[in-house]
T-cell receptor
Framework: NAGVTQTPKFQVLKTGQSMTLQCAQD?????MYWYRQDPGMGLRLIYY???????DKGEVPNGYNVSRLNKREFSLRLESAAPSQTSVYFC???????????FGPGTRLTVT | SQKIEQNSEALNIQEGKTATLTCNYT??????LQWYRQDPGRGPVFLLL?????KEKRKERLKVTFDTTLKQSLFHITASQPADSATYLC???????????FGQGTELSVKP
């Protein structure tokens, strides 16, 4: 099992450009999450999906959109990137009835 | 607003000693509290979960306590090893399956 995979690993964007971060899990988990991690701030929840077909805002959703394409895949889109979105982005998943989350390796995004 | 605080300064200890990391929370009454380990350039990895009605939980060299009166969790690593060097994140949770709120993490360095 690959667990949670994320693409790309690194990305540099110019202000105003758009991009989609991809996440997939092969553990048959219902819930999936997108976090961003900034120095000294800890992990902050952007969006989550409790099950296929549903998405909800987290703590810092502004500037982002998500799509739960199917049970395996949960993508995060930046429509018009801003320097404040420079961060490391983590996708995570959680199984039904479980508490722990499984994280992907992260995408390091720089917006210039 | 809910606030999670972990030791902001890195913790440096000698191999073989016990490392103790602190997680304090305010304006919050979590039913669960999770601890994760994060290595540089990688996603967090789940270590332990403790419930509000459990005072203490152990797993191999790890021990977690949860004091709902003090609003504090302590994370202990006994007989520490250089391989334990990492950042440790606490994440209180309001209910099973509820959203996690992560602390900013404490960096632990174990010297041989």
């Amino acid at each position: 099992n690959a667990g949670v995979t994320q693409t790309p690993k690194f990305q540099v964007l110019k202000t105003g450009q758009s991009m989609t971060l991809q996440c997939a899990q092969d553990m048959n988990h219902n819930s999936m999450y997108w976090y961003r991690q900034d120095p000294g701030m800890g992990l902050r929840l952007i969006y989550y999906s409790a099950s296929e077909g549903t998405t909800d805002k987290g703590e810092v959703p502004n500037g982002y959109n998500v799509s739960r394409l199917n049970k395996r895949e949960f993508s995060l889109r930046l429509e018009s990137a801003a320097p404040s979105q420079t961060s490391v982005y983590f996708c995570a998943s959680r199984g039904q009835g479980a508490a722990e989350q499984y994280f992907g390796p992260g995408t390091r995004l720089t917006v210039t | 607003s809910q606030k999670i605080e972990q030791n902001s300064e890195a913790l440096n200890i000698q191999e073989g000693k016990t490392a103790t990391l602190t997680c304090n929370y305010t304006n919050y009454s979590p039913a669960y509290l999770q601890w994760y380990r994060q290595d540089p350039g990688r996603g967090p990895v789940f270590l332990l979960l403790i419930r509000e009605n459990e005072k203490e939980k152990r797993k191999e060299r790890l021990k977690v306590t949860f004091d709902t009166t003090l609003k504090q969790s302590l994370f202990h690593i006994t007989a520490s090893q250089p391989a334990d060097s990492a950042t440790y994140l606490c994440a209180p949770q309001p209910m099973q399956g509820g959203k996690l709120i992560f602390g900013q993490g404490t960096e632990l360095s174990v010297k041989p």
